[in-house]
């Protein structure tokens, strides 16, 4: 006879915890929650990029992979009000996505509501397999996995983040020929066709009050975030 199953109702305790269900917090030196160690074994691979080993339990952070399931696990828990995206295409097979959530109050955020962000992207020279042919989910699931890591301070990388090194390099000639895809070489090229040196950019960021322009020496100095934006604005400027 099969076992009934019901819902469960999540009630959390003034520090935002989760009473019930029962959940085993695993808490550091300093009293925050340690999240890495909140990841389930299941939910951790190999990087066969760094390492040949198989069994988890022997490797370093630096040699391990979590698994979206993962990631969607700890957001749960950690408890989110709200989650949105934002995907742009500044350039042909490049696509950039920008993930918000709001997480819920807890104790670790003194009791108020933050929004955290994060940036993914994806592109032929970053993908690999069937990947390629879904760039803008791929860059999605990139950014929601790096905004639940950056926030909960995890170093270890998410499977969605890394692409086959062996498919990648093969596939890199194509990329070279169609163009670099990272963002600020895109940057650069566009700027070149349209035009603008970088004395022009950076007097006018100076101009309109952007606060590191001073300390912007060359395009590499200038954060992707910001890339991504001025790639989008110069989309619309005539040559």
């Known amino acids: 006879m099969t076992k009934e199953l019901k819902p469960i109702t999540i009630h959390r305790d003034k520090s935002g915890l989760i009473t019930t269900p029962k959940i085993d917090y695993v808490f550091n030196e300093d009293g925050f929650i340690d999240w890495r160690k909140m990841i389930k074994p299941e939910h951790l691979v190999s990087n066969r990029q760094r390492t040949q080993e198989a069994d988890v339990s022997s490797l370093e952070d630096k040699d391990l992979l979590i698994l979206l399931?993962?990631?969607?696990?700890?957001?749960?828990?950690?408890?989110?009000?709200?989650?949105?995206?934002?995907?742009?295409?500044?350039?042909?097979?490049?696509?950039?996505?920008?993930?918000?959530?709001?997480?819920?109050p807890n104790f670790?955020?003194?009791?108020?509501?933050?929004?955290?962000?994060?940036?993914?992207?994806?592109?032929?020279?970053?993908?690999?397999?069937?990947?390629?042919?879904?760039?803008?989910?791929?860059?999605?699931?990139?950014?929601?996995?790096?905004?639940?890591?950056?926030?909960?301070?995890?170093?270890?990388?998410?499977?969605?983040?890394?692409?086959?090194?062996?498919?990648?390099?093969?596939?890199?000639a194509a990329v070279s020929a169609a163009g670099d895809f990272s963002p600020k070489s895109h940057l650069a090229s566009l700027m070149k066709s349209k035009g603008i040196t970088f004395d022009k950019l950076k007097l006018k960021l100076a101009k309109e009050g952007y606060e590191k322009a001073s300390e912007i020496e060359r395009l590499a100095d200038i954060p992707n975030m910001k890339v991504f934006e001025l790639i989008e604005r110069i989309n619309q400027v005539k040559k």
């Open 108 to 172: 670790e955020t003194e009791g108020r509501q933050v929004t955290f962000s994060a940036i993914g992207d994806a592109s032929p020279g970053n993908t690999s397999s069937f990947a390629q042919d879904y760039l803008g989910p791929i860059a999605e699931n990139r950014s929601f996995v790096r905004c639940v890591r950056n926030f909960l301070r995890i170093n270890v990388v998410g499977q969605d983040e890394v692409g086959n090194a062996k498919t990648n390099s093969a596939s890199q």
């Open 69 to 104: 399931g993962g990631i969607k696990e700890l957001a749960q828990v950690r408890g989110y009000s709200s989650v949105e995206y934002s995907v742009k295409s500044p350039a042909r097979d490049y696509v950039v996505a920008t993930c918000m959530i709001t997480w819920i």
